[in-house]
């Protein structure tokens, strides 16, 4: 099988490749080369056999025909530049997000007419495809109805994916992902960077800025799950899934306090004392334009899990990235 991440530097990109290499293959299909495509060069462990890296953009002219050219079995296409920094640069979030999408598609659709050529397609989207007004938990039935540029060019991703899957030039699965935390690194341009922020800095014993109020309830999953999301989107019969192609993911709602409360019961009190308030006016507004919490009955029928309280969740970063330790 041959493997292609598009967005392979990212930090689900790396963890993504990581625990492909980890495995070895996808389901009961052995992986005999993966490629891994980002914008900067993405890292690869010593020892991983049959490992290809690139540095390209997805939405540069005839880029994604040169990436596919070996007919890659499965695209997890993970590339796009972040809500905070597509929010700020209007014409650099539609070519990134938008534009480096539409050429991937185009690309498949024309290998396809021409050889047959038909992958399995798994698709990065977010929960930022909805938007204000919207019912407590949101239903699987619930429309789009973004309101940053972010999910609006996420949410064009999507009805791109169902209709090229409906016409059958890939077989194509779209993800909704639930915010990712805690993300391990350094603060990204996401507006939603601080949901990690609170938590990260302060079990690596580093001072954290809260800019919004400790109600604020949003819909989480970490690392490990979304890795494991992409990994069944990879291998699921998508026959059971219909021609309805994109799927909230399972996740966790939690207020900004209950984060809070878990880091004082894993790590200790002395740990969300380094949690500073700092009301910010334009996060809190864009936040306050967010989802809250989903059913997700559909994903979770078709086998995809998360995490079911928080403590779970920061347990995961001690035991991936060593930050810290659980009290």
Request: glycine share 10%.
């Given at each position: 099988?041959k ?14 490749a990581?625990r492909?290499?980890a ?13 891994l495509?980002?914008v ?6 010593e ?7 690139e540095v390209?953009?997805?939405s540069s ?8 050219a ?12 972040v ?9 650099k979030?539609?070519?990134?997000n938008?534009?480096?999408?539409r050429e ?8 396809h007419e ?6 399995r ?6 929960i930022?495809?909805?938007g204000?007004?919207?019912?407590e938990r949101?239903?699987d ?5 973004p309101l940053?540029?972010?999910g ?7 009805l791109?994916?169902?209709d ?7 077989d ?8 990712i935390?805690?993300r ?6 996401a507006?939603?960077?601080f ?9 690596n ?6 800019p919004v109020g400790?109600?604020v309830?949003?819909?989480f ?8 999301f ?13 021609p ?6 399972p ?8 984060e809070?409360?878990a880091?004082?019961?894993?790590v200790?009190p002395e ?18 334009g967010?989802p809250?919490?989903?059913e997700?009955?559909r994903?979770?029928e ?12 920061i ?7 060593g930050?810290?330790s659980?009290?």
């Amino acid at each position: 099988m041959k493997v292609l991440i598009i967005g392979a530097a990212g930090m689900l990109g790396r963890k993504l490749a990581e625990r492909l290499a980890a495995d070895g293959r996808i389901g009961a299909s052995p992986i005999g080369t993966m490629h891994l495509v980002d914008v900067v060069s993405p890292p690869v462990n010593e020892g991983r056999p049959a490992v290809e890296t690139e540095v390209a953009d997805l939405s540069s002219q005839g880029t994604a025909e040169k990436l596919i050219a070996a007919r890659p079995d499965v695209i997890f296409h993970l590339a796009a530049i972040v809500s905070g920094e597509a929010e700020a640069d209007f014409e650099k979030g539609y070519r990134i997000n938008l534009d480096g999408t539409r050429e991937l598609f185009e690309a498949v659709r024309r290998a396809h007419e021409a050889d047959g050529y038909r992958p399995r397609l798994v698709f990065a989207s977010s929960i930022a495809v909805f938007g204000a007004p919207f019912p407590e938990r949101i239903p699987d039935s619930f429309h789009l109805t973004p309101l940053t540029s972010y999910g609006t060019q996420k949410a064009i991703g999507e009805l791109l994916l169902a209709d090229y899957s409906r016409r059958g030039f890939f077989d194509g699965i779209g993800l909704r992902l639930p915010t990712i935390c805690i993300r391990p690194g350094q603060p990204n341009k996401a507006a939603s960077g601080f949901f990690s922020n609170i938590l990260r800095e302060p079990i690596n014993g580093e001072e954290a800025v809260l800019p919004v109020g400790e109600d604020v309830r949003h819909w989480f999953a970490s690392p490990r799950a979304a890795v494991e999301f992409f990994i069944h989107a990879a291998t699921l019969d998508l026959e059971t899934v219909g021609p309805r192609r994109n799927l909230t993911m399972p996740g966790l709602a939690a207020t900004v306090g209950e984060e809070i409360a878990a880091l004082e019961r894993m790590v200790g009190p002395e740990a969300a004392g380094r949690i500073r308030r700092e009301p910010d006016a334009t996060i809190a507004g864009i936040v306050a334009g967010w989802p809250r919490a989903f059913e997700a009955q559909r994903a979770c029928e078709l086998g995809f899990e998360a995490e079911t309280d928080f403590d779970e969740i920061i347990r995961v970063y001690l035991e991936e990235e060593g930050g810290g330790s659980a009290v």
